[in-house]
């Protein structure tokens, strides 16, 4: 325990001793998030109308059917709960809400809800709206009462900005988890380091320990700090202020450093020399990079590549950590995602286990 | 000098796939002595060596260290053998002071690392970090770490390849001193005038074989009654002794 514990020690001030190697942990994400955060990449795509259809008859129908006629908007029916979330993250611009007694007479009006930084995307929906009832009452009858209503919330979504950051949060704990270990352990093993640590009589099993622990704790540094950053300049909010969000994110950022620094180990262990392991490293690292969910939804991708991208390690940590930041998901509800991590875990020790080489 | 056998090598074996590095080999080293493995580079000296200090695990054949034996309690041996290895290094961002601690609680031993780095005259750089040493002072760190556990046995290979001379009269000095401690030396070395200087006894490999084992000045004897003589009249100094002579003793820092 002592032994692990001033590895561990020694470790750290090592880390803190290469200023470089910790500037540059946290320089390329902070630049990543907010080069792309305030740039707003995400929000280039058409006006999207969330449509809550709680009347489900053949009026409610017909608006439904003409508005999504519209080319220049997206309309997407769902539930007040996932409409949500949605405009939490910026994914829907604005809700129209169609109550279950709407038919074309009665006067029962029709709503719709934005929020005030979408007031502008609001107003174009509302003329176009507005148009589309006209021209399907001019079918019917001439009643000419406003249908529309519009409702102002208060802001709550983040935009791009917090769908960002938690996935450049998890991109660093892969790229300090893999590399960081990758980088220190080849050099160790090609400069003889480990073969003297060998000739004494601790065990490989202390090394590693040590190693680990004291990653552990600087990723979990990194976390929080680049968080930090996130709330300072993007102005992100954590958890929608829950306090208890904070405690889900370092169950994540824990599970995915253990996930990625034993992946870091696997491929130190296994390679021979930086030749082999900086091309193994960037093989691994690399797909998941786009293919995880970090900057964008990988609902875009292709069927059989967006199945692939979800399994991948890094995918369940982005979820997990989106999950936490932006809605302060409870971990005890994100069991499926800690399950995939835990699996790759088990996964990456054994080939780690069975790979591993002293020199 | 009559004294108890501390290391003993019974048909020592080492085998690579198709290549035989250590070919059943015995030998045995007394304790207190110095005792010298020669032999051209790939002879199997290091291998001989990593064996004995539990790095590498043998094919076949036995080696004893002071009663236990070193493949079947490997920790055990390492815990009372001082081990310099030929191509090690330690962490580069740690001071000196702090490797030698470091190394004190793998040891689980309590040391004053100033006064075991003052032993090998790096007191002067207690806080600098390992990697901008010069090669004489990294092998002295590499002896200050390898007697920290206080080793009934200390394992020396090619501890002055790649010195200059004075850094090589120095670690020559150091050795002896060492040895004037009662510990045991093992020494792998290509320099047969540091053999000459500093073993009790020495055993030539080549090609994984023991080819002949005894003192350095029995086996000059055994050369000369053979019949053997030198091209060159020996003379008194030597190009290095000019060296030296014009250069001074004193350390330098590269």
């Given at each position: 325990?002592?032994?692990?514990?001033?590895?561990?020690?020694?470790?750290?001030?090592?880390?803190?001793?290469?200023?470089?190697?910790?500037?540059?942990?946290?320089?390329?994400?902070?630049?990543?998030?907010?080069?792309?955060?305030?740039?707003?990449?995400?929000?280039?795509?058409?006006?999207?109308?969330?449509?809550?259809?709680?009347?489900?008859?053949?009026?409610?129908?017909?608006?439904?059917?003409?508005?999504?006629?519209?080319?220049?908007?997206?309309?997407?029916?769902?539930?007040?709960?996932?409409?949500?979330?949605?405009?939490?993250?910026?994914?829907?611009?604005?809700?129209?809400?169609?109550?279950?007694n709407?038919?074309?007479?009665?006067?029962?009006?029709?709503?719709?809800?934005?929020e005030e930084?979408?007031?502008?995307?609001?107003?174009?929906?509302?003329?176009?709206?507005?148009s589309?009832?006209?021209?399907?009452?001019?079918?019917?009858?001439?009643?000419?009462?406003?249908?529309?209503?519009?409702?102002?919330?208060?802001?709550?979504?983040?935009?791009?900005?917090?769908?960002?950051?938690?996935?450049?949060?998890?991109?660093?704990?892969?790229?300090?988890?893999?590399l960081?270990?990758?980088?220190?352990?080849?050099?160790?093993?090609?400069?003889?380091?480990?073969?003297?640590?060998?000739?004494?009589?601790?065990s490989?099993?202390?090394?590693?320990?040590?190693?680990?622990?004291?990653?552990?704790?600087?990723?979990?540094?990194q976390?929080v700090?680049?968080?930090?950053?996130?709330i300072?300049?993007?102005?992100?909010?954590?958890?929608?202020?829950?306090?208890?969000?904070?405690?889900?994110?370092l169950?994540?950022?824990?599970?995915?450093?253990?996930?990625?620094?034993i992946?870091?180990?696997?491929?130190?262990?296994?390679?021979?020399?930086?030749?082999?392991?900086?091309?193994?490293?960037?093989?691994?690292?690399?797909?998941?990079?786009?293919?995880?969910g970090?900057?964008?939804?990988?609902?875009?991708?292709?069927?059989?590549?967006?199945?692939?991208?979800q399994?991948?390690?890094?995918?369940?940590?982005?979820?997990?950590?989106?999950?936490?930041?932006?809605?302060?998901?409870?971990?005890?509800?994100?069991?499926?995602?800690?399950?995939?991590?835990?699996?790759?875990?088990?996964?990456?020790?054994?080939?780690g286990i069975?790979?591993?080489?002293?020199? | 000098m009559?004294?108890?056998?501390?290391?003993?090598?019974?048909?020592?074996?080492?085998?690579?796939?198709?290549?035989?590095?250590?070919?059943?080999?015995?030998?045995?080293?007394n304790?207190?002595?110095?005792?010298?493995?020669?032999?051209?580079?790939?002879?199997?000296?290091?291998?001989?060596?990593?064996?004995?200090?539990?790095?590498?695990?043998?094919?076949?054949?036995?080696?004893?260290?002071?009663?236990?034996?070193?493949s079947?309690?490997?920790?055990?041996?390492?815990?009372?053998?001082?081990?310099?290895?030929?191509?090690?290094?330690?962490?580069?961002?740690?001071?000196?002071?702090?490797?030698?601690?470091?190394?004190?609680?793998?040891?689980?031993?309590?040391?004053?690392?100033?006064?075991?780095?003052?032993?090998?005259?790096?007191?002067?750089?207690?806080?600098?970090?390992?990697?901008?040493?010069?090669?004489?002072?990294?092998?002295?760190?590499?002896i200050?770490?390898?007697?920290?556990?206080?080793?009934?046995?200390?394992?020396?290979?090619?501890?002055?390849?790649?010195?200059?001379?004075?850094?090589?009269?120095?670690?020559?000095?150091?050795?002896?001193?060492?040895?004037?401690?009662?510990?045991?030396?093992?020494?792998?070395?290509?320099?047969?005038e540091?053999?000459?200087?500093?073993?009790?006894?020495?055993?030539?490999?080549?090609t994984?074989?023991?080819?002949?084992?005894?003192?350095?000045?029995?086996?000059?004897?055994?050369?000369?009654?053979?019949?053997?003589?030198g091209?060159?009249?020996?003379?008194?100094?030597?190009?290095?002794?000019?060296?030296?002579?014009?250069?001074?003793?004193?350390?330098?820092?590269?």
């Amino acid at each position: 325990m002592k032994i692990a514990l001033i590895i561990a020690l020694a470790t750290m001030k090592m880390y803190f001793r290469r200023s470089q190697s910790f500037f540059w942990s946290l320089f390329f994400p902070v630049v990543l998030m907010i080069g792309l955060g305030f740039y707003g990449f995400g929000e280039f795509s058409p006006s999207k109308l969330g449509i809550i259809d709680g009347a489900e008859n053949q009026y409610s129908k017909e608006l439904i059917k003409a508005i999504s006629e519209k080319k220049y908007i997206k309309t997407e029916i769902n539930t007040r709960e996932i409409f949500d979330k949605k405009v939490l993250e910026g994914k829907i611009d604005s809700v129209l809400v169609i109550p279950d007694n709407y038919n074309h007479n009665n006067g029962v009006k029709i709503t719709l809800e934005f929020e005030e930084s979408k007031e502008i995307i609001a107003y174009s929906f509302e003329d176009t709206i507005n148009s589309v009832i006209k021209i399907i009452d001019s079918e019917n009858t001439d009643n000419d009462t406003q249908k529309l209503s519009t409702k102002i919330k208060n802001n709550s979504n983040q935009g791009y900005k917090g769908f960002l950051v938690p996935g450049i949060v998890s991109l660093a704990i892969m790229q300090s988890g893999i590399l960081g270990v990758v980088f220190t352990l080849i050099s160790y093993k090609s400069q003889g380091v480990l073969r003297r640590l060998q000739a004494t009589p601790i065990s490989s099993a202390h090394f590693l320990i040590g190693q680990l622990a004291s990653r552990l704790l600087i990723i979990t540094i990194q976390t929080v700090l680049l968080f930090i950053i996130g709330i300072l300049v993007l102005n992100i909010n954590i958890g929608q202020g829950s306090i208890l969000a904070w405690v889900n994110i370092l169950i994540f950022s824990l599970l995915g450093s253990v996930l990625f620094l034993i992946i870091g180990l696997a491929i130190s262990g296994a390679s021979p020399n930086e030749d082999y392991a900086a091309p193994i490293a960037n093989l691994i690292t690399f797909p998941m990079m786009f293919l995880s969910g970090v900057f964008f939804e990988n609902d875009v991708l292709p069927y059989w590549i967006k199945i692939i991208g979800q399994n991948l390690p890094l995918s369940p940590l982005v979820t997990g950590m989106r999950e936490s930041s932006l809605y302060g998901t409870n971990t005890l509800d994100l069991l499926p995602e800690v399950g995939l991590i835990i699996l790759w875990i088990i996964v990456c020790f054994i080939i780690g286990i069975k790979t591993f080489k002293w020199e | 000098m009559t004294s108890r056998e501390i290391i003993r090598v019974e048909k020592l074996l080492k085998k690579y796939e198709d290549f035989i590095a250590v070919n059943e080999i015995d030998f045995s080293v007394n304790e207190g002595e110095i005792f010298g493995l020669l032999g051209p580079n790939g002879a199997g000296k290091t291998t001989t060596v990593e064996i004995l200090e539990g790095i590498r695990t043998q094919t076949s054949g036995e080696a004893i260290i002071d009663g236990i034996n070193v493949s079947k309690d490997t920790k055990k041996v390492k815990q009372i053998i001082g081990v310099q290895l030929q191509q090690a290094a330690f962490f580069d961002k740690l001071t000196l002071v702090e490797i030698v601690d470091m190394f004190g609680v793998f040891y689980s031993v309590k040391i004053d690392a100033k006064s075991i780095l003052e032993k090998v005259e790096l007191q002067d750089k207690f806080g600098s970090f390992y990697k901008p040493l010069s090669g004489g002072q990294k092998q002295r760190l590499s002896i200050a770490v390898a007697l920290i556990n206080d080793p009934k046995v200390l394992f020396l290979d090619e501890p002055t390849t790649g010195l200059d001379p004075q850094a090589r009269r120095n670690m020559w000095k150091l050795i002896k001193d060492i040895r004037s401690e009662g510990k045991t030396i093992i020494l792998t070395t290509h320099y047969m005038e540091e053999a000459e200087e500093l073993c009790d006894r020495v055993a030539i490999i080549d090609t994984g074989k023991i080819i002949s084992i005894d003192t350095p000045n029995n086996l000059i004897l055994e050369l000369l009654n053979s019949g053997f003589k030198g091209e060159h009249k020996i003379k008194d100094a030597n190009l290095e002794d000019v060296f030296l002579n014009l250069t001074g003793k004193n350390l330098r820092e590269d």
